[in-house]
C-alpha cells in the first residue's frame, strides 16, 4: 500500500510542476499589439527575409514623381485616380487657384478665395490690424515673408532649394493640427549635391484658428516664423533627402528665434526636451515623444551658434551633402555633429552637450543679437529652468531613499538631482560612483547666484559647506559617450563606492533594455513576462549593490546564450519551462511561497518512505 | 494492480509532459506569424489601430488581412518565394498635434526586376500594401526608392518601400 502511496504523492508533486510552465507560455499576439520589436532576425520570424542590402535608386535628374504617374495613368482605374490625385500630386485647393509671384520670383504662391482653404481676412485683420484690403494682398505678405526667409539662408551662405521658383501653397491645415509641411518632390542630383531633392511648402492660409494662439502669436508672427522653419526644411531637401529627422527640426525651430527673435515661439518647446533630458539627445521619429521633444532640441544650435558661430549648423548640413545613404535609411546626425565639432573645433559632441547642460543651470546664455532690431529684452527670460529628475530635501540620500539616486543614462543625455538643505545640517557631501562615460557637476546657489564647485581631492566626492545656508545643490550627471545604458550613483553618506556603478551594452539600453534571454524565449521585448522580469530587474535588483553587479554579470554572459535560443525552437521551450517558476515567483511571490512549502511538505513523507522501502529492499529494520 | 498502476502512471506523465510541451511552445510548426508596419519597418504583432497585417507561413503565400480575417493557406509553388511590402511617404513631426507617422501610397505601381531585366509590376492596394510570388533569386523593388532583396525559396521577404518624406512643422 505504501509503494501506491508513494508513487501517487511523486505522480501529484510531478503533475504539479510540469503544468506550471503551461500559465508562463501564454504567448499572446494581443499583448503585442502596439509597439512591438523591429523584425531582426529573430528565429521565431525565420520565415521572413528583411532586405539584405537595401541600395537608392540610381535617380534620374529631372524625373518628376508626376511624370512617372503620368506614364502609368492610363492603366489606373478613376476611383485610384482619385487617390493619386490626392496623395501623391500637388496639392489641390478648394478653389480655383490663384498664383502670385514673389517680388524677387523666388516663390510661387497659391491660394484660393474660395471654399475651405481661402484665408479668411476679417480674421487675419482682427488679429493683425493691418488691414489687408484682399485676399491678394495676403498672399502678397505670405510672398514677401518668404523671400525675407530666402535672403536670411542666402545671406548665411546656404545653398538654395533646386526649385526656383519654389511653391508655396496656402491651404488649410486646422484639421491637420499643423503650422506648415514641407515635401519632397523629385530627385535633384548633381556632382555637389548626389542626394539632393526639390519640394514643395503648404502653410495654413491664415493661422487665424485657436489652436495656433492668434491671440498671443498674431497670424503674421505665425506666418513668419512659419516660412523660416519650413524653408529651411526645403534647404534640408536640397542638401540632401536622407537627412536626420530630429535635427532638421532642431535646425529650423532654431531659426525661427534668428530670424524673428522677437516673436519667442520656439521657447515653448524647449521643456519638452529638459522635463525628460534622460533622453538621448538624437531622439528617433518613431519614439512616442519625439513631437514633444524634438522640436526643443533647437536650444542645443544656439549654444554651439553662440559659442562658436551661427556658421556651425550650416557646416553639420554641408557634411552630409556627399554621404550615401546606408540601406536606404536616413543619415545619423550625432556621428556627423561629432565629426564636424572633431574637425574644425577641436571639441566633441559629448564635450558641448557637458557644457551646454551645465548652461541650463548656469543660464549664462549670451544674450540674442537682434537681426532685426525688435525688442528682444525678454528672450532669456524665456528660457525655462532646469528639471530635476529627483530632488531631496531630507537626509540621509542613499539607497533606502525613496527616490533611487542613481540613473540610467543612454548615449548624449544628462539628468539632475536637486538638494534642498534642511536647517540643521551644516555641511553636505555627496559621494559619486560612475563610469568614465559619464560627467558629473555639482552646482550651488546661495542668495539667488550659482556657482560650480570642484570635487574634493578624491575625485569623486563633494564637500559643500555650510549647506544648511544655501538656496540649494544641483548634482548634473551628463553621459557624454555614444554607449548606452550607462550608470551612475551618489550618496550624502558615503554609502556609494567607486567601482559599484555597472555598465551594460549599447544594446540593453539601461531601463529601456531587454532581458536578453527572456525575450529570445519569449520571441518579443514586449511580451508581458518579458515586462514583468524587466520591472523586477529595474524595481528591485537596480536598487542594491548586489543586484547590480548580478544584472552586470548577467548582461556579460547571457547575449550568446539568448543568440542560441533564438536560434532554436527546441531551446527556447526548454526555457520558458525553466524560466516558469522564475516568472511564477516574480509575479506571485507569496503564492510561489506557498507552492514551494507543499511541494516540500509533500517531498518529506515521500522520502521517509522512500527510505523505509529502500531499507525494506535491503532487509533492513528500521 | 501494481502493473496497471504503473501503466496509469507513466500514462499520465507522458500526457503531463505533451500537454506541457505544447503549451510551452505555444508557437507549434505551421502557425502564421503576423506583422503590421509601424512608419519605417514591419514589427511582429497586429497592429494596435486594427490596420492592414500580414499574415506569413513559411511555404505559403503571404496573406493581406483585415481586421478580424483569418489567413487562407495558399501553397507556394516549388522554387518560389514571396515578395510583400507597403509604399508610404515617411510622415514626421507637428507641434501641435501627433499624426500618422506614414501615409500609404495607394495604387502606385511597383517594379519588380532581376537582371536589368523588369519580371513583374504590381499595384499597391487602397492602403499601399502590395505582394507578388517570384523564382527564388535576387531583386529590385521600386517605386520611387528601391530596394534590393534575395528572396529565398519558400519563405516572404517583406519590405518598406519609402516614396517620400514630409515634414510636418
New interface residues.
Given amino acids: 500500500m505504501h ?2 502511496l508513494v ?1 501517487w504523492a511523486v ?1 501529484a508533486v ?2 504539479f510542476l ?2 506550471l ?2 500559465f ?4 499572446d ?2 499583448y ?8 531582426s532576425g ?1 528565429a ?14 540610381a535617380v534620374r535628374s529631372g524625373t518628376p ?1 508626376k511624370h ?1 504617374l503620368s506614364r ?1 495613368w492610363n ?3 478613376p476611383a ?2 482619385k ?2 490625385a490626392k ?2 500630386a500637388l496639392p489641390v485647393l478648394s478653389g480655383s487657384e490663384l498664383v502670385l509671384v514673389s517680388a524677387e520670383g523666388h516663390f510661387r504662391i497659391h491660394y484660393t478665395t474660395s471654399g475651405s482653404d481661402s484665408p479668411d481676412l476679417a480674421s487675419i485683420n482682427n488679429y493683425t490690424h493691418l488691414g489687408f484690403a484682399s485676399t491678394a494682398a495676403w498672399a502678397g505678405q505670405v510672398a514677401d515673408t518668404f523671400e525675407a526667409a530666402y535672403s536670411f539662408y542666402r545671406g548665411l551662405g546656404y545653398h538654395m532649394p533646386p526649385s526656383n521658383p519654389f511653391d508655396v501653397y496656402l491651404a488649410s491645415l486646422v484639421s ?9 518632390l523629385n530627385k535633384t542630383p548633381s556632382a555637389s549635391y548626389p542626394y539632393a531633392s526639390s519640394s514643395y511648402i503648404v502653410v495654413d492660409k491664415d493661422f487665424t484658428d485657436s ?2 494662439s492668434p491671440g498671443t502669436f498674431s497670424p503674421l508672427d505665425s506666418l513668419k516664423v ?1 516660412s523660416v ?2 524653408f529651411h ?1 526645403a534647404v ?2 536640397g542638401y540632401n ?1 536622407y537627412f536626420d ?1 530630429w535635427y ?2 532642431a535646425s ?1 525651430t532654431w531659426f525661427e528665434g534668428e530670424l524673428y527673435p522677437e516673436v519667442l515661439q520656439n521657447y515653448q ?1 524647449i521643456n519638452g526636451w529638459f522635463a525628460d533630458s534622460t533622453r538621448q539627445i538624437d531622439l528617433p ?2 519614439d512616442p515623444s ?2 514633444d521633444e ?2 526643443g532640441r533647437w536650444i542645443f544650435n544656439r549654444h554651439l551658434a553662440q559659442k562658436y558661430s551661427a556658421t556651425i549648423v550650416r557646416k553639420f548640413w554641408e557634411a552630409i551633402m556627399p554621404i550615401a545613404p546606408i ?2 535609411a536616413d543619415i545619423p546626425m550625432a556621428p556627423v555633429v561629432n565629426s564636424v565639432l572633431s574637425a574644425s573645433y577641436n571639441s566633441t559632441l559629448g564635450v558641448e552637450l557637458f557644457d551646454f547642460a551645465k548652461k541650463v543651470y548656469l543660464r549664462d546664455w549670451p544674450t540674442m543679437t537682434a537681426v532685426t532690431g525688435a525688442d528682444i529684452s525678454a528672450d532669456l527670460g524665456q528660457i525655462p529652468a532646469y528639471v530635476p529628475v529627483a530632488s531631496y530635501t531630507s537626509y540621509p540620500v542613499n539607497a533606502a531613499s525613496s527616490a533611487v539616486p542613481a540613473v540610467t543614462l543612454p548615449h548624449y543625455s544628462f539628468a539632475y538631482y536637486k538638494f534642498t538643505p534642511p536647517t540643521s545640517t551644516a555641511a553636505l557631501t555627496l559621494t559619486l560612483a560612475k563610469v568614465s562615460g559619464i560627467q558629473a557637476a555639482v552646482f550651488l546657489k546661495v542668495g539667488g547666484t550659482v556657482s560650480e564647485i570642484s570635487p574634493n581631492a578624491d575625485g569623486t566626492s563633494y564637500t559643500i559647506a555650510g549647506f544648511g545656508a544655501l538656496d540649494e545643490v544641483a548634482l548634473l550627471l551628463v553621459n557624454t559617450s555614444t554607449s548606452d545604458g550607462l550608470q551612475a550613483s551618489f550618496s550624502t553618506d558615503g554609502s556609494v563606492q567607486s567601482g559599484s556603478t555597472t555598465t551594460t551594452p549599447a544594446s540593453s539600453g539601461g531601463s529601456k533594455s531587454g532581458c536578453f534571454i527572456a525575450t529570445a524565449a519569449y ?2 521585448y514586449l511580451h508581458p513576462k518579458v515586462a514583468l522580469l524587466r520591472a523586477f530587474r529595474d524595481d528591485y535588483l537596480l536598487t542594491n549593490a548586489p543586484g547590480r553587479l548580478f544584472v552586470s554579470l548577467y548582461y556579460r554572459v547571457s547575449p550568446p546564450i539568448a543568440d542560441l535560443i533564438a536560434r532554436h ?1 527546441l531551446l ?2 526548454a526555457t ?2 525553466l524560466l ?1 517558476p522564475v516568472i511564477l515567483a516574480v509575479e506571485h511571490g507569496r503564492a510561489a511561497l506557498l507552492v514551494m512549502l507543499i511541494c516540500f511538505g509533500f517531498a518529506v513523507p515521500v522520502l521517509g518512505k522512500v527510505r523505509d522501502w529502500r531499507a525494506a529492499r535491503r532487509g533492513i529494520v528500521v | 494492480m ?1 502493473t496497471s ?2 501503466v496509469f ?1 507513466t500514462g ?2 507522458l500526457l ?2 505533451s ?3 505544447v ?5 507549434p ?1 505551421g502557425k502564421w ?3 503590421h508596419f ?11 489601430d486594427g490596420g492592414t497585417q500580414v499574415a ?3 511555404g505559403f503565400r503571404p496573406v493581406l488581412l483585415k481586421k478580424g480575417e483569418k489567413p487562407a493557406a495558399v501553397d507556394l509553388a516549388a522554387g518560389t ?1 514571396a515578395l510583400a511590402g507597403i509604399c508610404f ?2 510622415r ?8 500618422p ?1 506614414y ?7 511597383v517594379q519588380i526586376s532581376t537582371g536589368g531585366k523588369v519580371v513583374a509590376t504590381v ?1 499597391t492596394d ?1 492602403q499601399g500594401y502590395f505582394q507578388v510570388t517570384v523564382t527564388a533569386g535576387r531583386y529590385r523593388i ?1 517605386a ?9 525559396n ?6 518598406p518601400l ?8
Fill in positions: 509503494k501506491i508513487r505522480a510531478s503533475l510540469l503544468v510552465p503551461a508562463a507560455g501564454q504567448l499576439d494581443h503585442l499589439a502596439a509597439f512591438a520589436p523591429k523584425v529573430n521565431l520570424e525565420k520565415a521572413i527575409l528583411v532586405p539584405a542590402t537595401v541600395a537608392a535608386r514623381l512617372g502609368d492603366k489606373l482605374e485610384t485616380q487617390v493619386l496623395q501623391l491637420l493640427g499643423e503650422y506648415g509641411e514641407t515635401d519632397d489652436i495656433f512659419t522653419h519650413e526644411h534640408q531637401y533627402f529627422v532638421a527640426e529650423s518647446y521619429q518613431s519625439f513631437n524634438a522640436y540601406n536606404g520571441g518579443s525552437s527556447r521551450g520558458r519551462l516558469a | 501494481s498502476v504503473n502512471l499520465l506523465l503531463v509532459i500537454l506541457t510541451a503549451a510551452a511552445a505555444k508557437r510548426v506569424n503576423f506583422f509601424d512608419g519605417s519597418s514591419f514589427v511582429s504583432g497586429p497592429s494596435a506569413v507561413l513559411a518565394g511617404i515617411q514626421s513631426g507637428g507641434k501641435l498635434k501627433r499624426g507617422a501615409l500609404p501610397c495607394a495604387a502606385m505601381p499595384m487602397d521600386e520611387k526608392e528601391a530596394v534590393e532583396v534575395t528572396v529565398e519558400g519563405a516572404t521577404a517583406l519590405i519609402r516614396a517620400g518624406k514630409r515634414m510636418a512643422d
